[in-house]
């Protein structure tokens, strides 16, 4: 089946500091990868959606100046948290659609990156 | 604006048990239907994807079933297995293929 990763799994950072996360569809191209938070006991949040070679598309209440989202290829997209500070410690997770799978509207997500900002 | 409700939050059976989780939707406008499973700490696994114009979708021991009209769905568990154990989530695309999650079922199945 297809494949997203995302890279760091785990990052820890002192406040004020950026931190990248990179998320990568290993075995297909994916046109459209979704950015979505996780706060302890809640669920999945969108955050935005970025389509390749194109400016992600933010949610309400979601600055776009903090959280930068490129979406340079088919197989990469990368979420900046800008000066980060403790009340952006959470699970960030990818998801990616795309050429691949049964269904063209499956959403293949990544394995998270847990942000814990000092 | 969607909402997606989950019930119950959390349910502990002991192994073997049949079970059904509950999942309900504002807005019956959906393109498809999804469930998941999140181990702890980790990422989300699809499990059945429910397009809006079918009634259930099978994978061995899970069916879901879909009631556009009246906003529900239910993932049915056979023969529950300790592995099992996990948050279910269910989600909703609305046609923006971005999908709206519910707050999730908290399964523990004890051996």
């Known amino acids: 089946g297809a494949v997203v990763s995302q890279h760091p799994s785990r990052v820890i950072c002192k406040s004020g500091t950026s931190v990248k996360i990179e998320c990568r569809s290993l075995d297909f191209q994916a046109t459209t990868m979704f950015w979505y938070r996780q706060f302890p006991k809640q669920s999945l949040m969108l955050m935005a959606t970025s389509n390749e070679g194109s400016k992600a598309t933010y949610e309400q209440g979601v600055e776009k100046d903090k959280f930068l989202i490129n979406h340079a290829s088919l197989t990469l997209s990368t979420l900046t948290v800008t000066s980060a500070h403790p009340e952006d410690s959470s699970f960030y997770i990818c998801?990616?659609?795309?050429?691949?799978?049964?269904?063209?509207?499956?959403?293949?997500f990544g394995p998270g990156t847990r942000l814990t900002v000092l | 604006k969607q909402e997606v409700t989950q019930i119950p939050a959390a349910l502990s059976v002991p192994e073997g048990e049949n079970l059904v989780l509950n999942c309900s939707f504002t807005d019956s406008a959906i393109y498809n239907l999804q469930w998941f499973r999140q181990d702890p700490g980790k990422g989300l696994t699809s499990l059945l994807l429910i397009q809006s114009s079918q009634r259930e979708q099978t994978s061995g021991r899970l069916n879901a079933s879909l009631d556009k009209s009246s906003g529900r769905s239910t993932l049915y568990i056979a023969a529950s297995q300790p592995g099992d154990s996990a948050t279910y989530l269910c989600a909703v695309d609305t046609g923006r293929r971005a999908l709206t999650f519910g707050s999730g079922t908290r399964l523990q199945v004890q051996p």
């Open positions: 998801s990616a659609i795309g050429l691949a799978g049964d269904h063209p509207d499956t959403q293949y």
